[in-house]
């Protein structure tokens, strides 16, 4: 399969076919709800698509870029494709994980570990979500994310637990304690079936930490990408404070037209871990020297050697001489998601000379709630949404599982929107010309190297390119497929599904109130009443 890319008007115009209700609604009164059904109608209906062979473009064209890219006839698609049943009346016992890093490495580990819970036919526990001393932020899994659609999004797949359960022994009532186990680093499935699940039936219960990459990400098991794609695309939701706040801030710069959102990842700890030091003034190479002795291996690392092989951070200088290149004018409008911008104005201002209309959470929310928590989860998460919904997405510093990736992932999945990924490698030596002083054939050179870019259509992933960057072709499906496992899978797949849950007789779900346990029996009918009503508001 060639990757797609840009492909010509007529392509174009079949996409916009395909996505124009979708399109009419985001730019009219975007709200959560919209953003919900847009989720939901991907995940239920099969749209009629037609097979188009991909083209490849030789020049960029700014008013494309507002748009989508070229599909290929592929849309996004995480429901099974083959026989998938609930899971077992029978578990194998507890599975606590503590998911470390900030909010997007937290997110990933959540999907892993609702796969390996569901791989070990386990009860998983509801993920805790380390307050960690970069973020100071502890507000915990209930505080971000919406627990209940959480659990009741992924009732298929794998039973989970707010906390995990009090047992009667010898009169006394207590929690069981789960076993701590230190899992090895992108563990294959073959650990959590065999030495996990041993200690797991041994003690009833098991504590995974530290848990961040604790599973592979290539797993040659579609069904089990799928799943992280359930997980990380429709299961996890922002609680309603954080959409209502971030889909107010998409409003307010819809009114004015399209944007585009910026990660502008120039900040002390990536400077720092990268090595990128050569830049800055003595003052500030003491503050990066001692950060990263602080928190990092010690390597001798030289900014120009580090600069070539596309390992530091774009400059806000250079993103600006990139969209320039592109042929974005002064009037584009870009909302940047950063946190603070290491050496401040001197950086900056190059930038804001190319492009002065710049807008960031603060600016534009005017409710003062991201005021008080700006360094926290709560202002990430928004910024979050603002880069997902936005027309246009570019991330200027990829590590791994951070912010960046997931989103290029999650955009990619939202509907193929366009993410500018610059190759630093490939524009490294552009960069380092110019400075030379050779001026000439620059801006030419810089949307050559953009050009082999693939602005976020389907396409191969290449190691080290995550799952989470890029879950083509497992969580994708064509109606119109030369390969039968690329087809979409029925639209009643949800009722099947919802058949094969009955058949198991009805799900118990155990959910705490102020300490008390309650448990309440839903029936798999009622759910999926629930969630309809849910897709159509
Ligand atoms: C989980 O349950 C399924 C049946 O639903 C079974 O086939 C599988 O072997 C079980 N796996 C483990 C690790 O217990
Ligand atoms: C944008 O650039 C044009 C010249 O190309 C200039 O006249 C105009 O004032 C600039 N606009 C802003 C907002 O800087
Ligand atoms: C699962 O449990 C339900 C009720 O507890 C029961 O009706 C059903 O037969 C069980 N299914 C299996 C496969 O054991």
């Known amino acids: 399969m060639a990757p797609a890319k840009r492909g010509v008007a007529h392509n174009r115009h079949h996409q916009l076919k395909q996505l124009s209700g979708v399109v009419k609604r985001l730019f009219g009164t975007l709200s959560i709800a919209i953003i919900v059904l847009v989720l939901c109608t991907f995940f239920l209906l099969s749209s009629t698509t037609t097979y188009e062979s991909p083209t490849t473009p030789s020049k960029i064209s700014v008013e494309n870029l507002w748009g989508t890219v070229a599909s290929d006839g592929w849309r996004p698609s995480s429901a099974p494709r083959s026989h998938w049943p609930p899971p077992p009346n029978e578990s194998n016992g507890y599975l606590r994980v503590r998911c470390n890093g900030g909010l997007n490495q937290q997110r990933s580990a959540i999907c892993n570990a609702v796969l390996a819970a569901r791989i070990m036919n386990a009860t998983l526990v509801l993920p805790e979500l380390d307050a960690n001393s970069f973020w100071h932020d502890e507000s915990g899994f209930q505080g971000i994310y919406d627990v209940e659609r959480f659990i009741n999004a992924l009732r298929y797949d794998v039973r989970i637990v707010e906390r995990i359960p009090e047992i009667r022994k010898n009169g006394k009532i207590k929690k069981i304690k789960a076993f701590q186990i230190r899992p090895p680093r992108d563990a294959p499935v073959s650990w959590y079936t065999t030495e996990a699940l041993q200690k797991m039936k041994e003690h009833g219960a098991i504590y995974l930490t530290p848990f961040s990459h604790?599973?592979?990400?290539?797993?040659?098991?579609?069904?089990?990408?799928?799943?992280?794609?359930?997980?990380?695309?429709?299961?996890?939701?922002?609680?309603?404070?954080?959409?209502?706040?971030?889909?107010?801030i998409v409003s307010k710069l819809r009114t004015q037209g399209h944007f585009m959102t910026i990660h502008l990842r120039f900040e002390m700890d990536m400077l720092s871990f990268a090595g990128c030091f050569d830049i800055f003034n003595p003052e500030e190479q003491r503050i990066l020297k001692k950060y990263r002795k602080e928190n990092f291996k010690d390597k001798d690392l030289k900014y120009s050697e580090r600069r070539a092989i596309g390992k530091c951070p774009l400059t806000p200088e250079e993103v600006g001489l990139i969209l320039r290149s592109m042929g974005f004018d002064n009037s584009t409008r870009i909302y940047l998601a950063a946190g603070e911008l290491f050496g401040g104005e001197r950086f900056m201002k190059p930038f804001r000379s190319m492009f002065p209309r710049l807008e960031n959470h603060k600016t534009v929310d005017t409710s003062g709630e991201l005021n008080e928590n700006t360094q926290g989860l709560l202002g990430s998460a928004v910024d979050y949404m603002v880069c997902l919904l936005s027309d246009i997405f570019m991330p200027t510093y990829d590590g791994p599982s951070n912010f960046a990736n997931n989103l290029m992932g999650h955009r990619q999945y939202y509907g193929f929107r366009t993410t500018l990924h610059p190759d630093r490698k490939a524009l490294a030596p552009i960069f380092i010309d110019r400075e030379n002083g050779k001026t000439a054939g620059f801006e030419e050179a810089v949307r050559h190297a953009m050009l082999k870019t693939n602005f976020g259509g389907p396409?191969?992933?290449?190691?080290?390119?995550?799952?989470?960057?890029?879950?083509?072709?497992?969580?994708?499906?064509?109606?119109?497929?030369?390969?039968?496992?690329?087809?979409?899978?029925?639209?009643?797949?949800?009722?099947?599904?919802?058949?094969?849950?009955?058949?198991?007789?009805?799900i118990n779900y155990v959910t705490h109130q102020e300490g008390k346990k309650v448990l309440s029996t839903v029936s798999a009918a009622e759910t999926v009443a629930a969630q309809v009503e849910d897709a159509s508001v």
């Open 214 to 248: 604790r599973l592979a990400e290539e797993i040659d098991i579609p069904e089990y990408q799928r799943l992280r794609c359930r997980v990380n695309y429709h299961a996890l939701r922002f609680k309603p404070h954080i959409m209502k706040l971030s889909s107010s």
């Open 459 to 506: 396409h191969k992933r290449v190691s080290p390119e995550s799952f989470y960057t890029n879950s083509w072709p497992e969580c994708f499906c064509q109606t119109v497929a030369k390969n039968p496992a690329h087809k979409c899978p029925p639209e009643n797949v949800l009722q099947i599904l919802e058949n094969q849950m009955d058949n198991e007789g009805t």
